[in-house]
């Protein structure tokens, strides 16, 4: 495999990852749960992140801060400053540990058999669906 293949298997990862948590960010508004959309937009924003995804990345933080103005993330300038800090990082940590990529996968099954099928680029359709968390 070479580097390019390489780079671009880890783009895809991130880009599943950035719809799954995104679409559970939706799922969580639509039910009233602002702790889970908070935790599903971090994990989407730092998927965005790793994945090159800036806009996904800038609607994750501006949603999650105004969730919770207090919150450790608002002490950044901007996901990505976050996503350089080892306190941060620690706590996506964390919140990976709370719900996997797997995990996230088989809650969107039960919710949305099709969540996978993108019409369109992955980064807007994350952003329609963030669009909605607004």
Known sequence: ?????????????????????????????????????LRFLLLAGAAAC??????VTEQCYQRAVSINPHHLLAKYD????????EDFLTLISRLDRFCTYEHAELL????????QEVSGDVETQCLEILGHTS
């Not at 293949?5 to 895809?12: D, G, I, P």
Request: charged share 25%; no cysteine.
């Open 78 to 85: 901007s996901f990505a400053d976050a996503m350089r800090s």
């Open 108 to 115: 969107l099954e039960k919710i949305n058999p099709n969540w």
């Open 1 to 37: 495999m070479d580097a390019d293949s390489h780079l671009e298997m880890y783009v895809e990862t991130d880009a599943r990852h950035m719809l799954a948590f995104a679409n559970l960010a939706a799922e969580s508004l639509q039910k009233k749960q602002q702790q889970g959309e």
């Open 50 to 55: 790793r994945g090159g995804y800036p806009n």
